[in-house]
């Protein structure tokens, strides 16, 4: 195989991988979106716990992190009531949930954003292939951060309702309404897996690829650019005689 033909297919291989670490862009920017928006979505919904089927009730009652609301069965109105305020005692699987779920939706809005500035269809820095994949690999790694205090705290609400009712029916405790965990806790759940997938995509699947494309010879190019011209410079460059030099020139002819 002649170096032409080599080079031919190394510079395909170049552009297949360079298509690969696009595509694997742009999936890890749509889990990274519907992610975000299903831990916003679950924040500040009120179904994180729901009657269970067999209460008896004739309406629908769901408690969320900010407020609770029952609605009837027959004529479907709707009425919420909302807790106390932030600095009053509430219960600590509340308040911890309220902590965790908040600290992930401020992180996985971080990272969707910076991994918009690091796609290659978004005209940021577009000289500059080597750093937006860097960008990537910052928004995969906050993405990540993001999944933990989400899965964290939807788990721990939904065991902790889970919890609390087995124990009412292991001791046969009857109080006329169960509650078992809601969508919206299961919107969370998916949000922080999400956030966990994105955040694998964009963090393991890059560094696959990291050598791959314009941005493999960056750093070489520009420092070979560099040395070049200063070559050049230094050739090119041709110091002043002085008049003693100039006498001693003509001295030495004669």
């Keep these: ?20 670490r696009d595509l694997f862009q742009y999936v890890a920017c749509f889990f990274a979106f519907f992610s975000t928006g299903f831990l916003v979505v679950a924040t500040w919904t009120d179904c994180w716990m729901v009657n269970a089927d067999d209460s008896l009730e004739v309406s629908t009652k769901c408690r969320g992190l900010w407020w609770e609301c029952v609605t009837n069965a027959f004529d479907g109105i709707r009425t919420c009531d909302e807790y106390d305020s932030i600095l009053a005692e509430h219960p600590l699987k509340l308040v911890v949930t309220r902590a965790l779920i908040i600290t992930a939706d401020i992180l996985a809005g971080f990272g969707f954003i910076i991994l918009l500035l690091g796609l290659d269809c978004v ?3 577009p000289d500059e292939p080597y750093i937006k994949v ?9 993405l990540l951060i993001a999944g933990a205090p989400g899965i964290i705290g939807s788990v721990w609400y939904a065991v902790d309702v889970y919890v ?6 292991l001791h046969n405790i009857f109080l006329g309404i169960q509650y078992k965990f809601g969508w919206s806790c299961w ?3 998916a949000g922080s897996l999400g956030c ?11 560094y ?19 040395s070049t011209t200063a070559v050049s410079m230094a050739q090119s460059y041709v110091a002043p005689r002085t008049q003693t030099a100039k006498m001693y020139a003509v001295d030495t002819r004669v």
């Design 187 to 189: 919107l969370g759940m």
């Design 123 to 125: 005209k940021f820095l």
């Design 208 to 226: 696959l690829f990291k050598d791959v494309g314009p941005e493999r010879n960056y750093p070489y190019s520009r420092r070979k650019c560099y």
């Design 164 to 169: 609390e009712r087995s124990s009412l029916v």
């Design 196 to 206: 966990f997938l994105a955040g694998a995509v964009l963090t393991c699947c890059l």
């Design 134 to 142: 860097r960008i990537c690999f910052v928004a995969g790694t906050t």
């Design 1 to 20: 195989m002649g170096p032409g033909l080599a080079a031919a297919h190394v510079s395909l291989a170049d552009r297949l991988f360079v298509k690969m």
